[in-house]
């Protein structure tokens, strides 16, 4: 039997390469030889050992672009060659929010990468039906498609009309897609961070206002773009706990709020300001079919690339002894992808 090359956290802060076997895929799956896999701050934040719901050992990534090699039994609607994309999210399709159609908040569910082990391998067994044909897309942007989905699960709950103004809190992978899509989607955005160079990042990347929501004018500054008034809509991709609890500050009455970042912790505002706005809160997690392939299409059509996040570029031969000096403690690291 073939044997493959495999990166293992076996442990916060440790990982090791093993040899294993090659998996044959079942009869609803499919095998994909990996091209690239984009590195998640989830696979941060497990090798730090500070990612919830983890187990140990692990092989990480779930940002996955691959080649077909090979069909179980039952597949009809794929062919080998094909480049696709994994749709990382493994559901039980039997709870209520499966049986609704919300996949993406699974009851049970099972996230490659994360609960089952993911793409830090040079093979991979899926089920068909987490996959999406991305042929024609650069293998770069393939494996961005994940994270860009969960940027336009946000915009699609966030209900995003044309000629709406949009704030987007927090300029890393998520915010950037947010505002990628949000701003594709006709919504005139403005992006908030601390960091002057991820507000660099945005105003050549993708051409947005970037602004410092510590200065100390930037309540003044973010009216200034949206005609004296604050956000309709404010999408915060910080997942930091004094950001959040800010967000009811920074929409004007009638505004909506959407969490798409999240902390360890508990949410604390101001009631009466939550009420007197008439505020709509909510969460986002994760992602549908739908939003990736409206990412797949986006991509297509030249709307949104790669470049909007990507920053740096790893090889997965090296990946073991680079980790950490290159990743983990990377600053300038906005978001990378590992080259197979």
Known sequence: MAVMNVLVCREPKNMVWEKRD?????????????????????????????????????????????????????????????????????????????????TNCCENISVIGVHRDGGFSEYLTVPARNVLVTEGIDPDAAALIEPFAISAHAVRRAAIAPGEQVLVVGAGPIGLGAAAIANADGAQVVIADVSPDRRDHVAQQLGLPALDPSAADFDAQLRAHFNGALAQKVIDATGNQRAMNNAVNLIRHGGSIIFVGLFKGELQFSDPDFHKKETTMMGSRNATAEDFTKVGRLMAEGKITARMMLTHRYSFTALAEIYEPQVINNRQLIKGVIHF
């Open 22 to 102: 090659v998996p044959m895929p079942g009869k609803d799956d499919v095998l994909i030889k990996i091209k690239s896999v984009g590195i998640c701050g989830t696979d941060i934040h497990a090798w730090s050992g500070n990612q919830p719901f983890f187990s140990y050992p692990r092989i990480l990534g779930h940002e996955i672009c691959g080649e077909v090699i090979a069909l179980g039994g039952n597949i009809q609607n794929m062919k080998v060659g094909q480049q696709i994309s994994v749709i990382p999210y493994v559901a039980c399709m039997a709870c209520p929010a499966c049986q609704s159609g919300r």
